[in-house]
């Protein structure tokens, strides 16, 4: 149980262009979900926290136009990278939490921008 | 604020070698703290939790203890194997700050044969 799965496992993308990623719980309702960010060899970096129904709340230096995140329902969280450059190639990691004091994490996404 | 601090790696051990990580953490009151590992390519597992202080907690051979004295957590493995080499993460929660976790630099473990 407390599976969670994200959506592409991989992606490469031109320039300029959008990427959005989802993450699901596939088989638990999550209140909220984290988006993480991890460069190569580095621990994980809280971008945002999404609570099912509103606004994501993010971490200082995160800029929440260029990285939406929907949580449209208690199953489904998504990033959007908006106008992508290859500084924002990185792997980015979500994890859902049932309840306070349990998170579970997707397996990552690797985002290529050339 | 919080904060959690990990030995450096990397750890180069051989096959049934013991293992220490060792994880110390910073917070006011009383986190529950976590190790998990992160396989290459992949996202985070949760290899083991304590919620108090004097807990152990165990999986796969590994176990580590919630040290309030010392405000430590560390991971230890009697006979580490091959298939343990990964990146193994430190971690604590405190439930009245949103949630969320505070992780330390993680330590890679290479296991040689």
């Known amino acids: 149980g407390a599976v969670v799965s994200q959506h592409p496992s991989w992606v490469i993308c031109k320039s300029g262009t959008s990427v959005k990623i989802e993450c699901r719980s596939l088989?638990?309702?999550?209140?909220?979900m984290f988006w993480y960010r991890q460069f190569p060899k580095q621990s994980l970096m809280l971008m945002a926290t999404s609570n099912e129904g509103s606004k994501a709340t993010y971490e200082q230096g995160v800029e929440k136009d260029k990285f939406l995140i929907n949580h449209a329902s208690l199953t489904l969280s998504t990033l959007t990278v908006t106008s992508a450059h290859p500084e924002d190639s990185s792997f980015y990691i979500c994890?859902?939490?049932?309840?306070?004091?349990?998170?579970?994490f997707g397996p990552g996404t690797r985002l290529t921008v050339t | 604020g919080d904060s959690v601090t990990q030995m450096e790696g990397p750890v180069t051990l051989s096959e049934e070698a013991f293992l220490t990580i060792n994880c110390t953490y910073t917070?006011?009151?009383?986190?529950?703290l976590f190790w998990y590992v992160q396989y290459p390519g992949e996202g985070l597992q949760l290899l083991l939790k304590a919620t108090k202080a004097d807990d152990k907690g165990s999986n796969k051979g590994f176990e580590a203890t919630y040290r309030k004295e010392t405000t430590s957590f560390h991971l230890e493995k009697g006979s580490v194997q091959v298939s343990d080499s990964a990146v193994y993460f430190c971690a604590l929660l405190r439930y009245n700050a949103g949630n969320m976790l505070t992780f330390g630099g993680g330590t890679r473990l290479m296991v040689k044969p």
């Open positions: 917070a006011t009151g009383y986190p529950s």
């Open positions: 088989d638990f309702q999550a209140t909220t």
């Open positions: 994890s859902a939490s049932p309840v306070l004091g349990e998170q579970y």
